[in-house]
């Protein structure tokens, strides 16, 4: 990130029931995804779900415990379940911690979250250095295309009030902050045909997030829920991480070249990256961005959570003798791509972790792919050039990290070409 003059401004206190913030300033202590790199915890609770009194907690376990987790719902009840548990309380009037506790043979595992009714106080500190570009619509928004043959779907709407989770100019805060982060991922070389602001849509019925990164304004659309939790919040960050990875390079963006079925290697493993580097950036900086400690609980939640499900799908590959694929396949399916991406996402947090460091690391990886020009393209779309496609990216975090990962994806079975990964490396000379 460049470096930022705390200067900052106030916004008024806001409030409402089921908000996930209190008062206090988030702690410094420093955030890392070390843990899940090394030695997994295997118990996830998310946040809860609120539908009146009734609360739904979503979550897992990656040890799969054949015995019922033990739930104490904070008001006298326990139960015995699976996930996921749903609870209606009788006293709204005060907030709960309920605790889960995972059985194993031997030994168990806890982890507690917080229910709130109460209404909370909210107070967030704006540096005002950072745009404000994303909205989050409350009406049906027409948009427009900069890409023939993607159009943008129907169905999308407006959030209500009660679709959030925290108020509107929280969230709205909350993805500026991301946008900043990831324009400077990007070294700020991104197409600008759409406008520098973004949108963020609800989809209703969708169940899922997804990014529009061609429409005029640039979008995201997404079900209802990823806003109703600050466990969307990871998710989201996602999406941004697509809408502007595939507007990059501004002079021959790499959206309609490398995504689609070709492949969504480049596109998924990049918004991966974007995703966990953004939590990463923002929860080793909470005093920097205003965030106080419910809010920057919320996100260090969320971020655990998405990561979990990279580090699972990376152990998963490994299990399952390394699949490699970078092309996904015509029609439905299972993505063939899916454990290729996940593991160059978690290879490159292995390394940011190891370094200590994110940003820069993401510049280089971004300022190689950025080089991406029309012969590229052309080797690119081959059908059976796996190899141009993974050592394209392998090439791309080798110079993020100033250091040859080639033997590391090997390891993994990745088909690399030694005469692409140096013409890669030549064209970054002297920068």
């Not at 429409?215 to 809408?243: F, K, N």
Request: aromatic content about 12%; proline content about 6%.
């Amino acid at each position: 990130m460049r470096n930022l003059a705390l200067l900052l401004a106030s916004v008024p206190i806001l409030s409402g029931p089921g908000s996930m913030l209190g008062q206090k300033a988030a702690p410094s202590s420093p955030f890392s995804f070390r843990a899940w790199l090394e030695n997994p915890p295997s118990l996830i609770v998310e946040d809860p779900t609120l539908d009146g009194p009734t609360v739904t907690l979503a979550g897992g376990d990656a040890r799969r415990p054949h015995k019922p987790f033990t739930v104490d719902w904070g008001d006298g009840r326990l139960e015995e379940a699976f996930f996921p548990f749903r609870h209606t309380y009788q006293d709204l009037a005060r907030d709960y911690t309920v605790t889960v506790t995972a059985h194993y043979d031997p030994g168990e595992a806890s982890e507690t979250v917080r229910v709130r009714f109460t209404s909370a106080t909210f107070e967030f500190i704006r540096d005002p250095r950072i745009p404000r570009r994303v909205r989050v619509a409350d009406a049906a928004l027409d948009l427009g295309s900069t890409m023939p043959g993607y159009a943008p779907p129907g169905g999308l709407e407006g959030f209500a009030g009660a679709d959030l989770a925290v108020p509107l100019p929280a969230w709205e805060y909350l993805l500026d902050v991301g946008h900043f982060l990831q324009m400077d991922f990007c070294n700020g070389d991104v197409d600008a045909r759409s406008g520098s602001g973004l949108v963020v849509l609800s989809h209703p019925g969708f169940g899922g997030a997804y990014s529009l990164w061609y429409t005029q304004p640039v979008a995201v659309a997404a079900d209802p829920s990823y806003l109703r939790r600050l466990c969307g919040l990871s998710s989201l960050y996602h999406e941004l991480g697509h809408d502007l990875t595939l507007n990059t390079p501004a002079r021959y963006r790499l959206g309609g070249r490398t995504d689609g079925p070709m492949s969504t290697v480049v596109s998924e493993t990049l918004a991966q990256i974007m995703q966990h580097a953004t939590a990463w950036e923002i929860l080793n900086h909470p005093e920097r961005y205003g965030l106080e400690e419910e809010l920057a609980d919320g996100l260090r939640r969320s971020a655990l959570s998405a990561f979990s499900i990279t580090a699972r799908a990376y152990r998963d590959y490994v299990a399952q003798g390394c699949p490699f694929a970078t092309y996904q396949g015509e029609g439905a399916g299972a993505d063939r791509t899916f454990g290729t991406f996940m593991s160059l996402a978690y290879v490159f947090v292995q390394n940011a972790e190891e370094r200590g460091a994110y940003r820069i690391p993401l510049k280089r990886t971004m300022a190689l792919l950025q080089t991406f020009d029309e012969e590229d393209h052309t080797r690119y779309q081959e059908r059976e050039n796996d190899s141009f496609r993974a050592t394209f990216l392998v090439a791309a975090l080798s110079y993020g990290f100033d250091r040859d990962l080639r033997g590391r994806f090997r390891e993994l079975r990745f088909a690399l070409d030694d005469s692409v990964f140096a013409q890669m490396q030549a064209r970054m000379a002297g920068k």
